[in-house]
């Protein structure tokens, strides 16, 4: 069973930073990818950020140019740095790793961590 701890929320003024961290652990496997969510209040999750196991990197159209998806693949972490905060980022932000084992794909989710971008 893998289990992700995930770091970093926090209440911030439009502008201004963040940056979050996920730390996998357990029998994790061979990752294949690293991907951040998040989800506001009444509307669905939505992809943020993903990092593959070739270190190809994706981003939402909302977020380029703001934010940076790194993997630190020692520790199996993922990390989000976050700049340039918009109240419109304002959400729970969930980390999620899809790894393959011996006998399966195994998709994990973190607990989510609390984002606030006051204006």
């Known amino acids: 069973q893998v289990q992700l701890v995930e770091s970093g929320g926090g209440l911030v003024q439009t502008g201004g930073s963040l940056r979050l961290s996920c730390l996998a652990s357990?029998?994790?496997?061979?990752?294949?990818?690293m991907r951040w969510y998040r989800q506001a209040p009444g509307k669905q999750r939505e992809l943020v950020a993903g990092?593959?196991?070739?270190?190809?990197?994706t981003y939402a159209d909302s977020v380029k140019g703001r934010f940076t998806i790194s993997r630190d693949g020692g520790k199996s972490a993922v990390c989000l740095q976050m700049s340039s905060l918009r109240p419109d980022d304002t959400a729970v932000y969930y980390c999620?790793?899809?790894?393959?084992?011996?006998?399966?794909?195994?998709?994990?989710w973190g607990q989510g961590t609390q984002v606030t971008v006051s204006s």
């Open positions: 999620n790793i899809v790894a393959r084992t011996t006998f399966s794909i195994n998709n994990s």
């Open positions: 357990g029998s994790i496997g061979s990752i294949i990818t």
């Open positions: 990092v593959s196991s070739d270190g190809t990197t």
